[in-house]
């Protein structure tokens, strides 16, 4: 095998790091997860936001913003991984990155109606896919403040993980107004 897909050493239900093992159930692991997930997620929107470009040459624009945050992720889980191993990392989630976030949410809350009431997701697919994904930066940034109980962690990593689901949402709501669909509003019968 040319790839190492697996050494054996967490069969036990520990991971390795140098000389440390570390139980796959910490909280350090969920943090890592959840994230990962999302960045997962992430991918997954952007080749739909690709394919509706085909008809809405606009969606560049969300795949841009997709691909930007796909960066911010992998940053986040450097420093997240950094803080649980003890290890030193340049790799920080700043005010610079949450501002940016908080620029794609207003450039894209400038694009659409306000909102006033809840909206049901299913419009379109990649609103769909951005729905899932900001309900899973939801889990993340629960998974984060739990880490956050057994280590120190930056202000701005749980500002960021705040930041993360509103994207997601106003990202969905731009994909379905980029597309010319109209929200729906929940009935409540």
């Known amino acids: 095998m040319q790839t190492p897909f697996f050494t054996g050493a967490g069969d036990e239900g520990e991971s390795q790091f140098g000389q440390k093992r570390i139980p796959k159930d910490e909280a350090l692991f969920d943090a890592l997860g959840a994230v990962d997930a999302v960045n997962a997620l992430t991918g997954w929107c952007v080749v739909e936001a690709r394919r509706a470009s085909a008809e809405a040459p606009k969606m560049n624009s969300i795949v841009a913003y997709l691909r930007e945050l796909q960066e911010m992720l992998f ?28 620029a794609i949410i207003a450039h894209a809350d400038h694009e659409v109606h306000p909102v006033h009431k809840f909206i049901v997701p299913g419009e379109s697919e990649l609103e769909s896919r ?41 990202l969905a709501r731009l994909a379905n107004a980029t597309l010319g669909l109209k929200e729906k509003n929940p009935s409540y019968e």
């Open 75 to 102: 940053v986040a889980q450097a420093e997240i991984a950094s803080i649980g191993l003890d290890m030193g990392s340049t790799q920080k989630i700043g005010t610079e990155k949450i501002e940016r976030l908080e």
């Open 130 to 170: 951005l729905d899932i994904t900001r309900v899973r930066a939801r889990d993340a940034e629960r998974a984060l403040v739990r880490f956050g109980r057994a280590r120190t962690l930056p202000s701005d990593l749980f500002r960021f993980s705040n930041r993360l689901s509103s994207v997601y949402f106003a």
